[in-house]
């Protein structure tokens, strides 16, 4: 896994996408995979030689052997507000504990690097963030939780991530944005996408209240 192979995997799907080919429902682009999603009552082969799945798969290999090489880096980078702790976070304290930290610590960590998004997956508009500080690295929940709140930031394994709306879920929070990251309204829909960049900015609680009355963030 690597930013440049995120990269590849987004470029890829643009390719397949333009390319129209018949059949294709969504291109889901993961870590080092691209999976494509296709009605087989569509993908027919017009001779009946084939099968669905090998029509559309020699049409996708030979879109993709056309495909350019060279992956332009037209990614955005975006500063994520980030409430810390208390009720916005309620396993910061534990977290610090488990790796001998001081919850002061574990934000100074979480917020200095620079992440990218690696995928989207779990549920839309629910980012990967690869990029984590090795010393925050944490396993998963032994018991998810039935609800987590809109917005929360969270650890699991060696990524970051933020929980777009109110969702079951089993990473480690740590604290809340109010930024809203999926609007069905909204197009895209997503706010991140794969390669973009992102920095937590760790702010108060008043300011984290104000910014959650304000509009702009659809």
């Not at 390319?19 to 682009?29: I, R, S, T």
């Not at 296709?38 to 798969?57: F, I, M, N, V």
Request: charged residues 25%.
């Amino acid at each position: 896994m690597s930013r440049q192979v995120t990269l590849r995997m987004r470029a890829l799907a643009d390719v397949l996408l333009q390319a129209g080919l018949p059949g294709v429902l969504d291109l889901v682009p993961a870590f080092c995979s691209l999976t494509i999603h296709y009605d087989p009552a569509h993908a027919k082969d017009p001779q009946g030689k084939l099968a669905p799945w090998e029509h559309l798969r020699d049409q996708v290999e030979r879109v993709l052997a056309r495909a350019p090489e060279a992956v332009a880096d037209t990614h955005r980078a975006f500063e994520i507000p980030v409430c810390y702790g208390g009720t916005y976070g309620e396993d910061l304290e534990a977290l610090a504990r488990a790796h001998d930290l001081t919850p002061d610590e574990v934000i100074e960590l979480h917020a200095a690097p620079d992440y990218f998004v690696a995928m989207l997956g779990f549920a839309p508009g629910f980012p990967y963030l690869a990029g984590l500080d090795a010393r925050l690295v944490t396993p998963r929940r032994a018991t998810p939780r039935a609800r987590v709140p809109a917005g929360s930031v969270a650890i699991a394994g060696e990524h970051s991530g933020i929980y777009p709306f109110e969702t079951p879920g089993g990473w480690h929070l740590i604290g809340r944005t109010p930024l809203r990251l999926f609007n069905l309204s909204a197009q895209p829909p997503c706010r991140l996408e794969p390669g973009d960049t992102v920095r937590f900015v760790p702010v108060g609680e008043e300011e984290y209240k104000a910014l959650a009355r304000e509009r702009e963030w659809r």
